[in-house]
């Protein structure tokens, strides 16, 4: 059953699933039926062999969810963290791209009202990291609070569209799941039905033990895998047959030894030069093979000047490399070397298009417009930067809060308004790593790859549906403190709670206090976004997405002057 | 010192401002009004839109604009009010005990605000320039860490390593500097040893600058000094950068209960204008 | 590149700093998660944790602790100042000392005392009333006539005529003094107005004065004549004849007031006395008392009537004057039409009924002359003014009077009526009027009555002493006289040896006596010669009938009679002011300070000295005259800039002025309490 938290506050029968996926335990019917009839019969012995059975893990990291005819059972673009197994009723992927208008997202996440707001202003500041007893703000961030549903006649609309039934006892939802990455296609629901939804943690729990599942998802991954087009903003238009065709062709690589977030501590205590240290995908000179599409982990673009390997750019998950060749390629028929390198940061997956496949398949789908904007590079950072920005890791930031020192006068209005909208406590440190006039603050970047999320063991630790914003529910949340040691740039602290009185609260078994990991969530339920940003007098302090190459220049233009 | 030129906006929004309340005075005049009544009334006004910056720091998590918006409104608006306060005054020295309590608040206010609005601008980027990122909450631990280590360095030593008047130097003079405050303007730095004149001047009396800060046992304190000098030049800029607020913001909820006073004594006191 | 060490940010080993809270904790190695109190106690009771108050606090306390000092401060004024004079020390609140000339004044004299209460002050604050006093205070002093607070402080009507705007209706709105007069140091009080206020009401529709300004009116520097001088016919004509005479500049006849700033002209005596004193003094005298001429005397006492002794007239004519004195001698109706006439027909025939009724008429005029005689000057000369007696002043009458001079009266009686009262007796005892006496007795009592006009020199003696005597005594002594003459006769029959070398025969008659001007009685006739410049009698009688004379026929021939060409004084030749029919009295032009002014222009300023500046080149001459009597071209703008070229300053005030009533610089002095008397003196 549920692991025993023995916090004193979690007493009642209610609280005591408080960490596990489903309130209610899943009936025995159902386990039965996913036993016998489900994709997770291959693994229900092995299991049962290794002592943690399917069963135990199902019961902490699963439940039954119902769905009516219509319903969006997952958006394509959204972040997401589970797979679904049909139990009951028919459930259709989405297979037509022109068809994902019918699927957006019709109402934006509920925000405070200002009235609410500013009753902030009045909550007791005292004391401080006071454990919240209504769990009102946590509502905002369940992620079933609202069931969209298709607007359309769902009969027509299935006669129109190329769509796929998922059977019975098979599994879907998985890429998104195991990399953390926004969901490939839209699933809906085509009857009243009934699905198992396991969340990321109970799949890893199940492959950690079955040799035979992982096989088999990693089968499936590799059958669906030209979904992982339609995550990367580059390729996503693509048809699917289309998608299918390259997948085929296109060569799957995976490089560097670990991933990149590992040992990252360590490797950043080490004096040498992190160029030195990265395995070269392309060498800059060499034949161009075809378009470089990165699926997870960083890769750094050089150009040689001299003898001197300079940082011209970067790659994340999702960006592509080779646009520029390949264009002068189907342009004059003869193909350019690479005119940058491309080296992995830590360890990366990538898929390489081949030359011939790109011109033949995408080419004709891309626009001009797009070809000129990707082949662009962040030509305006400053090398020095930009190496700053890969040792670090920084490039990993959605929301990476930068503060530029000729601006900032340490008035800390960005905390205390951090302060006001959490209760009387701050969220983040406004120190961190600096180069030049630029400071990069202790502070959630709310990661494209969220590492912190891997070893949760509750999923207290999220990315919001809609925006992919990494939240913490403070409820769920027991205090294992793994995301503060998973997060590489220490921007998750744990915090002892106290009660409404100022006493700590304490493990009753342990006797220690009871820790809570907090860290920035972006003010997801401020009317106004992050305070932090509004609260700035002198516009010293901006979140950066690293995906926004023109973002990133014009602010870090404006920082370096 | 450099220092970061004003936002056009803001430049925009007083010329705007001016014209705007150029023209009701205008208007004011040519309806027989008073114009100090009409100049009082629109410099009323922009001191409560003056006050509203100070509100709306408050309220971070509304969706009304950035603070940074509202900061250059607020400098724009402190150059309309000052121009419209001259106004009021009709440029003249006050008489009243009363009117010259005003008129002192308000320029004290506003001297402090232009000041400030200097300071904001010249100030922070010489204080990174010493390459020091310190968040001002870390100084104190900072301070005491120097002291701390600075007393191990001395009880680290061997007996009779240093000599008595050494010794006794830093005990009087060094280690009192350790501990000292910063002041309010930047201590003459000794070229040669990178510590202040006075503390030199100080040191005299026990023995050598020259001979103490070289040699060798004292060496790590010297460092330690040194660092303190650095640190002080950098606390004085921390004191100037935000010292201002000091006047600013206390004068400013003084002016509000002044200020009411003064509008009712005026309108009580009118001698009705035209009708 | 500058980056921190690690180790200060750890996750694992470093906390949130909390810069929002009022503490800040003072353990720097091991900080703990709950930080200090609120107070500032380290809640661990750790010994070396000195918690330090934020920077944002420190502020905090700052603030509060100002303006609770403010507050207190206020608050121990007002405790102090709360006594009957208001919730305030008024020094306090005081927005700066008066001004030089009002620094003796009270709140109260300038402010409502509803105002000394905090409920009277709150409320004047909540309904916008204000100081209720508001302009009465400057008004009390400040003389600004009734329309003190109108445009221009002259009455809306007038403004509106003014203006030319007939369509308008007049401008009532009131301006309160301190709209622009400010006190207590703001501001100086000699306000000028702005060019823009001058807008609230003048459309601005020219540039600048070189721009657009209208041009000067057709009368600019004309002003109305009051004196029809001709300052071309002295020029081209008189100067040259009598070069004596000419003045050497402008400034020989006209003179520069310093303090007003206006030209004036010299007085008459420095400018035109030198040769025109002649012609008031040679001039004609007034006629100014007859009676009426009765003809057939002798056949009025053929029918058995008689009017005894009446006067013979040289020139048939009936004044002005004695027609109103007819008219206040409270005669019968019935004569009214006798009363038009200068000639009355005693003789004729056979018609006894008209020469009863000429008989009685004459009975009444002596009568009504008796009645003169025992009355006084006052009330004699009241009989002849136009309009109630109650209207006149003892000044007036006076010079009305020409203190005509009760010998003159006892002369006339004794030569139009030597025996008055004898016959009046008779008459009113129903018996003849004069006794049937022998011819002798005639001719005796005739030269009897030319012998009492050698006497008038002994009885202008005795005038004081006379005047001052009361009526009675005044009838007695007269008879005493009149029986001493006849004892005198009886002597000079006694001694008719004497040699007759002294005749009173020859004694002067009134008009040749009188060359210097002033009274005299001559043909049946009572005269007034004018004596001098600006006659006092004469003036006065012009004044008063075009004052009082509301178009009576009487008082339009004594006008016509004065102020004819060739009328006695020959006011009318130069003082074209005066004028009966435009109901004029502007004998000099009028001074400034007595006008309604909207521009103002300082000779002072511009007028240096003859050489500096000539007269004419503003004011033109012209050799023929105007119509409107002018001799000089009105003044053009063309004046202003051939000087001041493109510079001349737009200032709308520097020569317009806001405040046109006269009564700019009035002040009420009986309302300052000059020497700060309390009530209770």
Same mark, same amino acid.
């Given at each position: 059953?549920?692991?025993?938290?023995?916090?004193?506050?979690?007493?009642?029968?209610?609280?005591?699933?408080?960490?596990?996926?489903?309130?209610?335990?899943?009936?025995?019917?159902?386990?039965?039926?996913?036993?016998?009839?489900?994709?997770?019969?291959?693994?229900?012995?092995?299991?049962?062999?290794?002592?943690?059975?399917?069963?135990?893990?199902?019961?902490?990291?699963?439940?039954?969810?119902?769905?009516?005819?219509?319903?969006?059972?997952?958006?394509?673009?959204?972040?997401?963290?589970?797979?679904?197994?049909?139990?009951?009723?028919?459930?259709?992927?989405?297979?037509?791209?022109?068809?994902?208008?019918?699927?957006?997202?019709?109402?934006?996440?509920?925000?405070?009202?200002?009235?609410?707001?500013?009753?902030?202003?009045?909550?007791?500041?005292?004391?401080?990291?006071?454990?919240?007893?209504?769990?009102?703000?946590?509502?905002?961030?369940?992620?079933?609070?609202?069931?969209?549903?298709?607007?359309?006649?769902?009969?027509?609309?299935?006669?129109?569209?190329?769509?796929?039934?998922?059977?019975?006892?098979?599994?879907?939802?998985?890429?998104?799941?195991?990399?953390?990455?926004?969901?490939?296609?839209?699933?809906?629901?085509?009857?009243?039905?009934?699905?198992?939804?396991?969340?990321?943690?109970?799949?890893?729990?199940?492959?950690?033990?079955?040799?035979?599942?992982?096989?088999?998802?990693?089968?499936?991954?590799?059958?669906?895998?030209?979904?992982?087009?339609?995550?990367?903003?580059?390729?996503?238009?693509?048809?699917?047959?289309?998608?299918?065709?390259?997948?085929?062709?296109?060569?799957?690589?995976?490089?560097?030894?670990?991933?990149?977030?590992?040992?990252?501590?360590?490797?950043?205590?080490?004096?040498?030069?992190?160029?030195?240290?990265?395995?070269?995908?392309?060498?800059?000179?060499?034949?161009?093979?075809?378009?470089?599409?990165?699926?997870?982990?960083?890769?750094?673009?050089?150009?040689?000047?001299?003898?001197?390997?300079?940082?011209?750019?970067?790659?994340?998950?999702?960006?592509?490399?080779?646009?520029?060749?390949?264009?002068?390629?189907?342009?004059?028929?003869?193909?350019?070397?690479?005119?940058?390198?491309?080296?992995?940061?830590?360890?990366?997956?990538?898929?390489?298009?081949?030359?011939?496949?790109?011109?033949?398949?995408?080419?004709?789908?891309?626009?001009?417009?797009?070809?000129?904007?990707?082949?662009?590079?962040?030509?305006?950072?400053?090398?020095?930067?930009?190496?700053?920005?890969?040792?670090?890791?920084?490039?990993?930031?959605?929301?990476?809060?930068?503060?530029?020192?000729?601006?900032?006068?340490?008035?800390?209005?960005?905390?205390?308004?951090?302060?006001?909208?959490?209760?009387?406590?701050?969220?983040?440190?406004?120190?961190?790593?600096?180069?030049?006039?630029?400071?990069?603050?202790?502070?959630?970047?709310?990661?494209?790859?969220?590492?912190?999320?891997?070893?949760?063991?509750?999923?207290?630790?999220?990315?919001?549906?809609?925006?992919?914003?990494?939240?913490?529910?403070?409820?769920?949340?027991?205090?294992?403190?793994? *995301? $503060?040691?998973? /997060? @590489?740039? %220490?921007?998750?602290?744990?915090?002892?709670?106290? +009660? #409404?009185? =100022?006493?700590?609260? &304490?493990?009753?078994?342990?006797?220690?206090?009871?820790?809570?990991?907090?860290?920035?969530?972006?003010?997801?339920?401020?009317?106004?976004?992050?305070? *932090? $940003?509004?609260? /700035? @007098?002198? %516009?010293?302090?901006?979140?950066?997405?690293?995906? +926004? #190459?023109? =973002?990133?220049?014009? &602010?870090?233009?404006?920082?370096?002057? | 010192?450099?220092?970061?030129?004003?936002?056009?906006?803001?430049?925009?929004?007083?010329?705007?401002?001016?014209?705007?309340?150029?023209?009701?005075?205008?208007?004011?005049?040519?309806?027989?009004?008073?114009?100090?009544?009409?100049?009082?009334?629109?410099?009323?006004?922009?001191?409560?839109?003056?006050?509203?910056?100070?509100?709306?720091?408050?309220?971070?998590?509304?969706?009304?604009?950035?603070?940074?918006?509202?900061?250059?409104?607020?400098?724009?608006?402190?150059?309309?009010?000052?121009?419209?306060?001259?106004?009021?005054?009709?440029?003249?020295?006050?008489?009243?005990?009363?009117?010259?309590?005003?008129?002192?608040?308000?320029?004290?206010?506003?001297?402090?605000?232009?000041?400030?609005?200097?300071?904001?601008?010249?100030?922070?980027?010489?204080?990174?320039?010493?390459?020091?990122?310190?968040?001002?909450?870390?100084?104190?631990?900072?301070?005491?860490?120097?002291?701390?280590?600075?007393?191990?360095?001395?009880?680290?030593?061997?007996?009779?390593?240093?000599?008595?008047?050494?010794?006794?130097?830093?005990?009087?003079?060094?280690?009192?500097?350790?501990?000292?405050?910063?002041?309010?303007?930047?201590?003459?730095?000794?070229?040669?040893?990178?510590?202040?004149?006075?503390?030199?001047?100080?040191?005299?009396?026990?023995?050598?600058?020259?001979?103490?800060?070289?040699?060798?046992?004292?060496?790590?304190?010297?460092?330690?000094?040194?660092?303190?000098?650095?640190?002080?030049?950098?606390?004085?800029?921390?004191?100037?950068?935000?010292?201002?607020?000091?006047?600013?913001?206390?004068?400013?909820?003084?002016?509000?209960?002044?200020?009411?006073?003064?509008?009712?004594?005026?309108?009580?006191?009118?001698?009705?204008?035209?009708? | 590149?500058?980056?921190?060490?690690?180790?200060?940010?750890?996750?694992?080993?470093?906390?949130?700093?909390?810069?929002?809270?009022?503490?800040?904790?003072?353990?720097?190695?091991?900080?703990?998660?709950?930080?200090?109190?609120?107070?500032?106690?380290?809640?661990?009771?750790?010994?070396?944790?000195?918690?330090?108050?934020?920077?944002?606090?420190?502020?905090?306390?700052?603030?509060?602790?100002?303006?609770?000092?403010?507050?207190?401060?206020?608050?121990?004024?007002?405790?102090?100042?709360?006594?009957?004079?208001?919730?305030?020390?008024?020094?306090?609140?005081?927005?700066?000392?008066?001004?030089?000339?009002?620094?003796?004044?009270?709140?109260?004299?300038?402010?409502?005392?509803?105002?000394?209460?905090?409920?009277?002050?709150?409320?004047?604050?909540?309904?916008?009333?204000?100081?209720?006093?508001?302009?009465?205070?400057?008004?009390?002093?400040?003389?600004?006539?009734?329309?003190?607070?109108?445009?221009?402080?002259?009455?809306?009507?007038?403004?509106?005529?003014?203006?030319?705007?007939?369509?308008?209706?007049?401008?009532?709105?009131?301006?309160?003094?301190?709209?622009?007069?400010?006190?207590?140091?703001?501001?100086?009080?000699?306000?000028?107005?702005?060019?823009?206020?001058?807008?609230?009401?003048?459309?601005?529709?020219?540039?600048?004065?070189?721009?657009?300004?209208?041009?000067?009116?057709?009368?600019?520097?004309?002003?109305?004549?009051?004196?029809?001088?001709?300052?071309?016919?002295?020029?081209?004509?008189?100067?040259?004849?009598?070069?004596?005479?000419?003045?050497?500049?402008?400034?020989?006849?006209?003179?520069?007031?310093?303090?007003?700033?206006?030209?004036?002209?010299?007085?008459?005596?420095?400018?035109?006395?030198?040769?025109?004193?002649?012609?008031?003094?040679?001039?004609?005298?007034?006629?100014?008392?007859?009676?009426?001429?009765?003809?057939?005397?002798?056949?009025?006492?053929?029918?058995?009537?008689?009017?005894?002794?009446?006067?013979?007239?040289?020139?048939?004519?009936?004044?002005?004057?004695?027609?109103?004195?007819?008219?206040?001698?409270?005669?019968?109706?019935?004569?009214?039409?006798?009363?038009?006439?200068?000639?009355?027909?005693?003789?004729?025939?056979?018609?006894?009924?008209?020469?009863?009724?000429?008989?009685?008429?004459?009975?009444?005029?002596?009568?009504?002359?008796?009645?003169?005689?025992?009355?006084?000057?006052?009330?004699?000369?009241?009989?002849?003014?136009?309009?109630?007696?109650?209207?006149?002043?003892?000044?007036?009458?006076?010079?009305?009077?020409?203190?005509?001079?009760?010998?003159?009266?006892?002369?006339?009686?004794?030569?139009?009526?030597?025996?008055?009262?004898?016959?009046?007796?008779?008459?009113?005892?129903?018996?003849?009027?004069?006794?049937?006496?022998?011819?002798?007795?005639?001719?005796?009592?005739?030269?009897?009555?030319?012998?009492?006009?050698?006497?008038?020199?002994?009885?202008?003696?005795?005038?004081?002493?006379?005047?001052?005597?009361?009526?009675?005594?005044?009838?007695?002594?007269?008879?005493?006289?009149?029986?001493?003459?006849?004892?005198?006769?009886?002597?000079?029959?006694?001694?008719?040896?004497?040699?007759?070398?002294?005749?009173?025969?020859?004694?002067?008659?009134?008009?040749?006596?009188?060359?210097?001007?002033?009274?005299?009685?001559?043909?049946?006739?009572?005269?007034?010669?004018?004596?001098?410049?600006?006659?006092?009698?004469?003036?006065?009688?012009?004044?008063?009938?075009?004052?009082?004379?509301?178009?009576?026929?009487?008082?339009?021939?004594?006008?016509?009679?004065?102020?004819?060409?060739?009328?006695?004084?020959?006011?009318?030749?130069?003082?074209?002011?005066?004028?009966?029919?435009?109901?004029?009295?502007?004998?000099?032009?009028?001074?400034?300070?007595?006008?309604?002014?909207?521009?103002?222009?300082?000779?002072?300023?511009?007028?240096?000295?003859?050489?500096?500046?000539?007269?004419?080149?503003?004011?033109?001459?012209?050799?023929?005259?105007?119509?409107?009597?002018?001799?000089?071209?009105?003044?053009?703008?063309?004046?202003?800039?051939?000087?001041?070229?493109?510079?001349?300053?737009?200032?709308?005030?520097?020569?317009?002025?806001?405040?046109?009533?006269?009564?700019?610089?009035?002040?009420?002095?009986?309302?300052?309490?000059?020497?700060?008397?309390?009530?209770?003196?």
């Amino acid at each position: 059953m549920c692991p025993v938290t023995g916090s004193d506050i979690h007493d009642s029968e209610e609280d005591s699933r408080g960490h596990c996926f489903s309130p209610e335990a899943i009936p025995r019917v159902v386990l039965d039926w996913v036993q016998y009839n489900s994709i997770l019969s291959i693994a229900w012995d092995e299991c049962d062999s290794r002592g943690k059975s399917i069963e135990s893990i199902l019961q902490i990291d699963a439940r039954v969810v119902e769905y009516e005819k219509a319903d969006i059972i997952i958006r394509k673009g959204d972040y997401g963290g589970s797979v679904l197994i049909p139990l009951e009723g028919e459930i259709r992927v989405n297979l037509e791209e022109s068809g994902e208008k019918n699927f957006a997202r019709k109402r934006v996440t509920r925000k405070r009202s200002w009235l609410s707001a500013l009753g902030q202003i009045f909550r007791r500041k005292t004391p401080v990291e006071r454990i919240k007893t209504d769990s009102s703000t946590d509502k905002v961030y369940s992620s079933k609070a609202h069931v969209p549903r298709l607007d359309v006649d769902l009969e027509e609309y299935m006669s129109k569209n190329l769509t796929r039934r998922i059977g019975l006892g098979e599994i879907c939802g998985e890429i998104a799941a195991l990399r953390r990455s926004p969901r490939t296609a839209s699933i809906f629901a085509e009857t009243d039905c009934k699905l198992l939804e396991i969340r990321w943690q109970g799949v890893r729990e199940i492959l950690k033990n079955s040799k035979e599942f992982s096989h088999y998802l990693e089968d499936l991954i590799g059958d669906r895998r030209h979904q992982i087009f339609s995550g990367m903003k580059t390729l996503t238009d693509l048809p699917e047959a289309i998608q299918r065709t390259l997948s085929a062709k296109s060569i799957f690589e995976r490089w560097g030894s670990d991933h990149w977030n590992r040992n990252f501590r360590k490797i950043m205590q080490s004096q040498s030069s992190m160029i030195d240290r990265e395995s070269v995908i392309l060498q800059q000179g060499h034949h161009m093979d075809g378009l470089y599409v990165l699926l997870s982990g960083f890769a750094r673009v050089t150009n040689k000047e001299g003898s001197e390997e300079k940082t011209v750019g970067y790659l994340r998950p999702g960006d592509v490399y080779g646009l520029k060749e390949l264009m002068k390629l189907s342009r004059t028929g003869v193909g350019s070397p690479a005119l940058r390198s491309i080296r992995a940061v830590g360890a990366i997956d990538l898929v390489v298009i081949p030359s011939s496949d790109f011109v033949e398949y995408v080419l004709p789908e891309l626009k001009n417009l797009d070809i000129d904007q990707l082949g662009s590079e962040k030509g305006l950072i400053s090398t020095e930067l930009l190496d700053f920005f890969l040792d670090r890791r920084i490039v990993n930031g959605n929301q990476t809060m930068v503060i530029d020192l000729n601006r900032c006068t340490d008035c800390d209005d960005c905390v205390k308004a951090c302060a006001v909208t959490h209760d009387g406590n701050p969220r983040f440190i406004r120190e961190g790593y600096r180069h030049a006039k630029l400071m990069v603050a202790t502070a959630c970047m709310h990661c494209i790859d969220p590492v912190c999320l891997v070893g949760c063991p509750t999923g207290a630790i999220h990315r919001e549906h809609s925006t992919g914003n990494v939240v913490i529910t403070q409820s769920e949340c027991i205090g294992c403190a793994s *995301c $503060v040691e998973s /997060c @590489p740039y %220490d921007n998750i602290r744990t915090v002892e709670v106290q +009660d #409404a009185n =100022g006493e700590a609260v &304490i493990d009753l078994e342990t006797g220690k206090p009871v820790l809570k990991a907090t860290k920035c969530d972006l003010c997801i339920d401020q009317p106004s976004g992050p305070a *932090c $940003v509004n609260a /700035c @007098p002198h %516009d010293a302090l901006h979140r950066i997405n690293f995906s +926004d #190459a023109s =973002g990133v220049s014009s &602010i870090v233009e404006r920082i370096t002057g | 010192m450099k220092i970061r030129p004003p936002h056009s906006g803001a430049l925009l929004l007083i010329l705007i401002g001016i014209v705007v309340s150029f023209y009701f005075l205008e208007q004011a005049d040519t309806t027989l009004a008073n114009p100090a009544v009409t100049s009082g009334w629109i410099l009323l006004g922009s001191f409560v839109l003056l006050c509203l910056y100070g509100v709306r720091k408050k309220v971070p998590f509304l969706p009304i604009g950035k603070t940074a918006t509202w900061l250059q409104l607020h400098l724009g608006f402190g150059v309309i009010s000052s121009w419209l306060f001259l106004e009021h005054v009709d440029y003249r020295f006050p008489t009243g005990l009363f009117e010259t309590q005003l008129y002192l608040l308000y320029g004290l206010l506003l001297i402090s605000g232009f000041l400030g609005w200097l300071v904001m601008r010249a100030l922070p980027e010489t204080l990174r320039a010493d390459g020091r990122e310190l968040n001002p909450l870390r100084i104190p631990d900072e301070l005491a860490g120097m002291v701390k280590k600075s007393d191990d360095c001395i009880a680290g030593l061997e007996p009779g390593e240093l000599n008595p008047e050494i010794l006794k130097g830093y005990f009087e003079v060094v280690r009192p500097y350790l501990c000292s405050g910063c002041g309010f303007l930047p201590s003459r730095i000794h070229p040669e040893f990178g510590v202040p004149q006075s503390l030199i001047q100080r040191l005299q009396d026990y023995e050598s600058p020259t001979v103490l800060f070289s040699s060798d046992p004292f060496l790590p304190v010297h460092k330690i000094v040194r660092e303190k000098a650095v640190l002080d030049l950098h606390r004085v800029r921390q004191r100037w950068l935000r010292g201002w607020l000091f006047v600013h913001v206390p004068v400013t909820g003084v002016m509000v209960l002044m200020i009411v006073l003064h509008v009712i004594l005026v309108t009580a006191f009118k001698a009705g204008g035209a009708s | 590149m500058n980056t921190k060490p690690r180790g200060a940010f750890d996750s694992r080993t470093t906390r949130y700093l909390r810069p929002d809270r009022p503490y800040i904790c003072g353990n720097s190695s091991q900080p703990c998660s709950s930080g200090p109190t609120g107070s500032g106690v380290c809640p661990h009771g750790e010994a070396g944790c000195f918690p330090r108050m934020s920077e944002g606090y420190l502020r905090k306390r700052v603030q509060r602790s100002l303006f609770l000092l403010f507050l207190g401060g206020l608050l121990v004024t007002l405790a102090a100042g709360g006594n009957e004079q208001g919730p305030f020390d008024q020094e306090l609140i005081s927005p700066g000392p008066l001004s030089h000339f009002h620094s003796q004044f009270e709140c109260s004299d300038c402010h409502s005392t509803d105002l000394n209460s905090w409920n009277g002050l709150l409320s004047s604050v909540w309904d916008g009333s204000g100081d209720t006093f508001a302009s009465d205070g400057c008004l009390k002093c400040h003389d600004q006539g009734p329309h003190a607070m109108s445009a221009h402080g002259i009455s809306p009507e007038a403004l509106r005529e003014r203006s030319g705007l007939e369509g308008v209706a007049p401008f009532h709105d009131q301006t309160q003094c301190a709209v622009c007069h400010a006190e207590h140091g703001h501001g100086s009080h000699e306000v000028q107005l702005s060019d823009s206020r001058c807008q609230t009401c003048h459309q601005q529709q020219f540039e600048s004065f070189v721009s657009g300004h209208p041009p000067f009116s057709e009368d600019y520097g004309n002003k109305p004549r009051t004196l029809s001088f001709s300052h071309s016919d002295h020029a081209l004509r008189h100067f040259k004849t009598m070069p004596e005479f000419a003045p050497q500049s402008c400034s020989g006849c006209h003179q520069l007031n310093e303090t007003t700033g206006a030209m004036t002209v010299l007085p008459y005596e420095e400018s035109c006395g030198q040769c025109h004193t002649e012609d008031i003094v040679k001039s004609e005298a007034v006629k100014f008392f007859a009676l009426p001429m009765i003809l057939g005397l002798e056949e009025m006492k053929e029918e058995g009537m008689g009017v005894g002794d009446w006067p013979y007239i040289d020139i048939l004519d009936l004044t002005p004057w004695t027609r109103r004195w007819y008219r206040s001698s409270e005669m019968d109706s019935e004569f009214s039409e006798l009363m038009k006439l200068s000639e009355l027909e005693g003789d004729e025939p056979g018609n006894p009924a008209k020469v009863r009724e000429v008989q009685e008429f004459a009975m009444s005029i002596k009568r009504s002359f008796m009645k003169d005689m025992i009355s006084d000057l006052r009330s004699w000369i009241g009989r002849l003014l136009p309009g109630e007696y109650s209207e006149w002043t003892s000044d007036e009458l006076a010079q009305l009077s020409g203190q005509f001079p009760i010998a003159l009266l006892v002369k006339m009686q004794e030569r139009w009526f030597p025996n008055l009262d004898e016959e009046l007796n008779r008459f009113d005892s129903g018996m003849l009027v004069e006794p049937q006496a022998s011819e002798e007795e005639v001719t005796e009592e005739k030269s009897a009555a030319a012998g009492s006009v050698a006497e008038e020199d002994l009885l202008l003696e005795e005038e004081e002493d006379l005047l001052a005597e009361s009526e009675e005594d005044l009838l007695l002594e007269e008879d005493d006289l009149l029986s001493g003459d006849l004892d005198q006769e009886q002597d000079a029959d006694k001694e008719e040896t004497i040699v007759q070398e002294h005749s009173l025969e020859e004694t002067s008659v009134g008009r040749h006596w009188a060359n210097l001007g002033g009274w005299y009685e001559d043909g049946g006739v009572v005269w007034y010669k004018p004596v001098q410049h600006a006659d006092p009698f004469l003036k006065a009688w012009i004044e008063a009938e075009i004052r009082h004379g509301a178009n009576e026929e009487i008082s339009a021939e004594i006008l016509s009679l004065l102020l004819a060409d060739n009328a006695p004084g020959k006011c009318s030749k130069c003082h074209s002011g005066v004028s009966a029919e435009k109901g004029t009295l502007s004998w000099t032009p009028a001074a400034r300070e007595e006008k309604v002014r909207f521009s103002k222009f300082s000779h002072a300023d511009h007028v240096f000295s003859d050489a500096d500046l000539q007269c004419t080149s503003c004011h033109e001459p012209r050799v023929s005259q105007s119509s409107s009597g002018h001799d000089w071209f009105p003044v053009k703008m063309e004046s202003c800039t051939d000087c001041h070229g493109q510079e001349v300053a737009d200032d709308c005030t520097l020569c317009h002025q806001y405040h046109a009533s006269p009564g700019i610089r009035k002040l009420k002095s009986a309302s300052i309490n000059i020497f700060r008397m309390t009530e209770e003196d």
